[in-house]
Structures are given as C-alpha cells and as structure tokens.
C-alpha cells in the first residue's frame, strides 16, 4: 500500500496485500476496522458498488444514521467531513479521487467503462458543485490503479458501448491485429471537457492491475474475487 499525504488529506492506494473480500464473495469487514483504525479514521464508508452513475454524499445526517459499511448502493461518494474515509473497491475499474482545496471537499468514484459512459464522472462533479460550490478548475484529481491500456484487449463488438463518446477513436489504440482501450484517458478526457485542468490529474498512481502482478486484476485472476481498496480522508 501507498499513504498519499499532505497537509489538507490522505489517500490510501491498496494493492494486492488488500484483503477486503474472502473467498466466499463476502466483504472481510476485520479489514476493514483495521485499515479504519491505521488510518485513524472516525467512520469509513464504502458502498455495495453496482456498476452504475449514482452515489452517495457523506453529511451529518447521514453520519447520525449510522449506516453500515455496504449497506447502499452506488459507485461515487462525496464528502466535506473530516476524518471520515470515503472509499472504492476495484481490480479492473479505475479509482478516481478528487480534492476541491478551495472549499476544502473530497470524492471517489468507482469508474469501468460501464459507468464512465452512464457519465458517472459527470454525476459526481455536478454533485460536488451543488454542494460545495466545487469548481472544476478547482480540482485535483487521483487515478489510482486499473486496467490500462497496455493490457486491455477488446474484441470489435466492445466498440458499440462507446457509440456516444465523440472522441472514442481517442481511446482505442490498434497493434497488430489486437485493439486496446484506454479507460484511464477516457476519464481523463471526460474531466478536462468539464473543466479540470490537465496538469491537475495526477498519473502517479494510475498503475496497469493487469500486468503489474502487485495488484488484484479481475482479467488476470480470470474473474477472483480479490480487490484493492482506494480510501480518501479529509483532514
Ligand atoms: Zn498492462
């Protein structure tokens, strides 16, 4: 695992040491309490992911619920409370977090390309503006690990689920007689149509799962169910 840290908030970066699922599907919630408690954490909140574009805002009122870890569902969750990690599971999806330093607010987004083109990236930065008065030029932004595109075959019918993506040639890249997809610059160039600033979204992270055998891969592990966890906290 890497600890991204600064003055303003951590970001967790899991790997394949992660043990948040056991081999029987369920969530291994002893993980969990102990990755909440190295982190310090007041409350971590992760959902029951679905693939989709909805999520989540982490407020007072949904503190005071109590609500269990994977008791909802959705794929982003927003936050402007302190010491409360917010967090994704992925072997494949790409992780994207997000930091608004001017109003001091946080997001993480569960993103494959099922809910890249449902515009999930989309459905966050609205919500993020609507409740924090997030502006997208404001913006860090985090990828963490997933499938990239030195690894991400695709066979010719995968290209009708990008129909509605204008730049979508952008994003498949041809050798030999094999197609490839980029998910990581399809996020990326979602973002920037919204407004963040290029050299705001940081790469550093943004490893291959597939090929760098220090993470879970669903397409490596041919559908195991391990994954790596991806938590931001505000500090
Ligand atoms: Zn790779």
Redesign the pocket.
């Known amino acids: 695992m890497i600890l991204h840290e600064d003055a303003s908030f951590k970001i967790y970066f899991g790997d394949i040491k992660d043990d948040c699922v056991k081999s029987d599907g369920n969530y291994n919630i002893d993980y969990f309490e102990k990755i909440g408690s190295i982190l310090n954490l007041e409350k971590l909140v992760f959902l029951k992911q679905v693939h989709g574009n909805s999520g989540v805002c982490v407020d007072q009122n949904f503190l005071e619920k109590n609500t269990a870890l994977f008791e909802l569902n959705g794929d982003y969750i927003v936050t402007n409370k302190r010491n409360i990690g917010i967090g994704v599971l992925t072997a494949d999806c790409l992780p994207v977090i997000f930091y608004d330093p001017v109003h001091h607010a946080s997001g993480i987004i569960h993103s494959g390309w099922r809910g890249a083109i449902s515009n999930i990236i989309e459905n966050c930065v609205e919500k993020m503006k609507e409740l924090y008065q997030t502006n997208t030029k404001d913006l860090t932004v985090y990828f963490g690990a997933c499938?990239?595109v030195?690894?991400y075959e695709i066979q010719a019918d995968f290209l009708k689920n990008l129909e509605t993506i204008s730049f979508f040639e952008d994003v498949i890249i041809k050798k030999e007689d094999k197609m490839f997809f980029d998910l990581s610059k399809l996020v990326a160039m979602k973002l920037i149509e919204l407004g963040v600033l290029r050299q705001e979204i940081n790469f550093s992270y943004n490893n291959?799962t597939?090929?760098?055998e220090r993470f879970h891969s669903y397409r490596r592990n041919q559908g195991g169910v391990g994954r790596q966890s991806t938590i931001i906290s505000l500090k």
């Open positions: 499938a990239n030195c690894c291959c597939i090929c760098d």
